[in-house]
């Protein structure tokens, strides 16, 4: 059977798509994470609840919004909140997903959104955490999706956005954050990765289609651990084309128009 063609945006979302189970939550943004959980939703976790940063609890997608407060994020919403009730839910643990993004990860999957360089001279200064620091202090399983390079997957931050698993086992705790949440998946344009347990270093559990590990060794810049068994994974099947072309963002917004 002929594998049919994707684009790497919606190899992305299908890949993420796959990370939430059904009877769970999710704080999303938009992009590939709105896309993603819609996905989901549609093929095999119809009851998964979406919040948006600024208040919008599972609304309906109908027509696809451009940022986390416009009114789109409201539409046929099962509530209307606002942005400090939101993060009071995740504080109370109740979000069990949290979608990231950020300028470097490091092996602990600590995140930087704020400077390259120096803090107070830098390189390059970032917009910032927003309500990062909250998802990744928070949610209970945090997924990051980001180009795969050295330049992003470095050994040490610039600086700590949004706290990861911090120096390795027990940071989290010792600095106050809720015992059991943390990074849980990375989603690159070269491989799914997730965390070693007993070190709380990144390793490598699947790579994209056509992609070897030796590639997403090189564009890491720190060392990998490696899964016992390192998969693939699977491009997006045919109902998860349909459903993104056609359903979820019918006019390419996200995807791109073919």
Request: proline share 7%; aromatic share 8%; glycine share 12%.
């Amino acid at each position: 059977m002929t594998t049919p063609q994707y684009n790497n945006q919606e190899l992305l979302i299908c890949i993420a798509a796959r990370q939430m189970s059904d009877n769970t939550s999710a704080f999303i943004g938009t992009g590939i994470p709105m896309l993603a959980a819609a996905l989901a939703k549609r093929m095999h976790a119809p009851n998964l609840v979406t919040f948006f940063e600024f208040g919008g609890v599972a609304p309906d997608l109908a027509m696809l919004p451009h940022g986390v407060g416009e009114s789109r994020t409201y539409h046929r919403a099962l509530a209307a909140l606002g942005i400090c009730d939101v993060m009071e839910t995740a504080c109370r643990g109740f979000i069990e997903y949290g979608f990231l993004g950020g300028a470097q990860i490091d092996p602990y999957g600590n995140l930087n959104s704020t400077v390259l360089g120096d803090h107070d001279l830098p390189k390059v200064r970032f917009p910032g955490s927003g309500g990062a620091n909250d998802i990744g202090s928070l949610c209970w399983r945090t997924i990051a999706i980001m180009p795969h390079d050295r330049r992003k997957f470095v050994p040490k931050v610039d600086f700590v956005t949004t706290a990861g698993y911090l120096g390795g086992p027990g940071s989290r705790e010792e600095a106050g954050l809720p015992p059991g949440t943390g990074p849980y998946r990375v989603v690159t344009n070269l491989a799914l990765l997730g965390y070693d347990e007993q070190t709380c270093r990144m390793k490598l559990l699947a790579t994209n289609p056509g992609v070897t590990v030796d590639q997403v060794v090189e564009h890491t810049g720190f060392e990998l651990l490696f899964a016992d068994e390192i998969g693939t994974n699977p491009p997006p099947t045919e109902q998860e084309l349909h459903l993104l072309r056609d359903e979820i963002d019918p006019t390419g917004l996200y995807i791109g128009k073919r």
